[in-house]
């Protein structure tokens, strides 16, 4: 029944198509199909935007347990694209406020969860003086980072001399000191596992690596498929 269509714009193509003064009918197939489409892609922009709105309130509400957050990020990635694609169907205000919402949370979240990379890629789609805060925060973010990494480096050179001068003190142990033998052998056990605690630390260096490769594939565009 047509007084339960719930769409203005499908009465409006109805009701132009049925009108009785053939002067206000489509004057051509082309003009209905237009309209048609036109039709089609505002259902599905405001699907979408349905949709994106209820993923984005649905891990909103939810904790701050770790793999949560993580769920959280990866909810809002998925609702600016479909924010984007519904932008692109049907080109409305809704879209695009709600694409700039949602990227704005996106990169709050990015931030507090450490993934800089990819607050730093989505920051790039925006304009930075509208968005002042968001930049502070994430060049605060950056630096602490770098200043962690220093501390780090650091760490790692002292603990390299450290292990060195027991070497280096072992062997000139061994030679000179033949009678705590026993004692030296201990301490050198002791310099091999602090070498394997060194070792481990190339795992850190293969995350570095692993967020420098994060550029070549964040954020999703078409242009790095």
């Not at 939810?62 to 924010?83: K, Y």
């Not at 990494?149 to 292990?163: C, E, G, I, Y």
Request: net charge negative; proline share 2%.
């Amino acid at each position: 029944p047509f007084n339960l269509c719930s769409s203005k714009t499908l009465q409006h193509i109805c009701q132009r198509s049925l009108s009785p003064d053939i002067s206000k009918r489509y004057q051509s197939t082309e003009d209905f199909e237009k309209d048609l489409r036109g039709y089609f892609h505002a259902e599905q922009s405001e699907a979408l935007i349905s949709a994106a709105q209820q993923l984005m309130n649905l891990h909103d509400h939810q904790g701050s347990h770790a793999q949560q957050e993580h769920s959280h990020l990866i909810a809002l990635i998925e609702s600016v694209s479909m924010f984007q694609q519904a932008h692109q169907l049907w080109p409305s205000k809704t879209a695009k406020v709600e694409e700039l919402r949602a990227t704005r949370m996106l990169i709050k979240r990015a931030v507090e969860m450490g993934d800089l990379d990819i607050a730093a890629a989505y920051l790039e789609e925006l304009n930075r003086e509208e968005h002042k805060d968001l930049e502070e925060q994430l060049v605060r973010a950056q630096e602490q980072r770098r200043n962690e990494l220093d501390a780090f480096k650091r760490s790692k050179r002292l603990t390299t001399s450290v292990v060195v001068l027991v070497i280096l003190g072992l062997s000139f142990a061994g030679i000179v000191i033949n009678q705590a033998r026993q004692e030296a052998t201990a301490q050198h056990q002791l310099a091999q596992d602090r070498l394997m605690e060194l070792s481990s630390l190339s795992d850190i260096q293969f995350v570095q690596q692993l967020r420098s490769d994060m550029d070549e594939l964040w954020p999703l565009r078409e242009h790095k498929i």
